[in-house]
């Protein structure tokens, strides 16, 4: 692998210069590892620069990137906006470009710094470094406006820093709102999921909610907004705050999973109440039913965004099902095996569902028992006592309509037994 001193070095003597541009330079300011490193190159034409590199891989349709021992080389780009959405640009690319305007066209001041490769200078003409320190996201110019995906960027930016978003860049958010619906569902699931995968996904949609702008690819959640709730069971407010505490309290409660995994849950918290949001206002602030309607919406929210199917699945279940195991130590024997046997060969599963409610009943600090919501535990371990084996040497039955019926009997015969025998239990314990 070449060392990019020496990619530097030969562009400097053809008469360019190269910088480290974008998040890696941002990253690296912050103190954070790096693997994407961006590169920008000024002073020599992309002809010039093949004929230095004739390794180089050239990728793009509008304007060449090259892709050089795993990292990206672009020529300095200046950008015209010729009609509305995400990709109608002029592009011009030529020697004379400088890397201030460059720079300039780039969405926000954090992500407009360089770092010249050969001297380490910092060129900063907008001020990112005072904003990194600020914990500041603000747009780097008027030229913001001019890329709708700069909304949902910015509100992916603030979520995964933790930082703010000044008002003027709010405002110039929402002068892009309707252009929003120009964008890809691909590009906007993009920023969704990169939202989703930080400690506190919620930041994203009240980045969104407070730009006016959350209504376009997120109506489903915009729609909680205002929407009430019984106050005994939810001293957090409306729907909308509710589902924010249960997303963010899923996060941390996922944080150390495998990343499908722990997205699936993620969204599943996300969408769990959506059944709310159309709850006829008359019988507010009972939601009777919502399970059951939601799901119905977990999928046209989850279409409407191109979320994977297995995203879709899990949220389906987590709508239909929170409910239930909310009250699963009030079901009797045979309802807690219908539930067990039928969330089990869900996607999402007993152990995501039990996250789903725990954060439902608990998060944001509300006076409930975690110890109470243990489906997972009970389930699994009636499942692994009573399964196809167990049937086979009792009664020697192939698989079948008896052989499945004789494992739900069975199953419903351990959970009554392990009632009573937690019950004596706790009787026990009564009297110590």
Known sequence: MQDIKLIANKIKQAGGNLYLVGGAVRDELLGKETHDKDYCVTGITANEFQKLFPEAHIRGKSFAVFELEKQEFAMARTELKQGTGHKEFEINTNPQITIEQDLARRDITINSIAKDVLTGEIIDPFNGREDLKNKIIRATTEHFKEDPLRVYRTARFATQLGFKVEEKTIKQMQELKSELSSLSKERVFVELRKALNTEKPSIFFEVLRKANVLDIHFKEINDLIGVEQPIKYHPEGDAYNHTMLVLNMSADLTKNLEENKKLEIRFSALVHDLGKGITPKEEYPHHYGHEISGVELVKKFGNNI???????????????????????????????????????????????????????????????????????????????????????????????????????????????????????????????
């Open 306 to 432: 191109k979320v994977p199917n297995n995203w879709l699945k899990c949220g389906k279940t987590a709508c239909r099902e929170h409910m239930r195991g909310g009250i699963f130590n009030k079901m009797k024997p045979s309802t807690k095996v219908e539930f067990i046997e039928r969330v089990s060969k869900s996607l999402l599963g007993l152990d995501g569902l039990q996250i789903i409610v725990i954060c439902d009943k608990t998060s944001g600090g509300r006076p409930n028992n975690k110890e109470d919501i243990n489906f997972e535990n009970i389930g699994k371990k009636c499942l692994n006592e009573i399964n196809g084996e167990y049937i086979q040497n009792k009664y020697g039955l192939n698989p079948g309509i008896e052989f499945g019926n004789k494992l739900h009997e069975e199953r419903i015969k351990w959970m009554k037994e392990y009632l009573k025998q937690k019950n004596i239990v706790i009787e026990k314990g009564k009297l110590i």
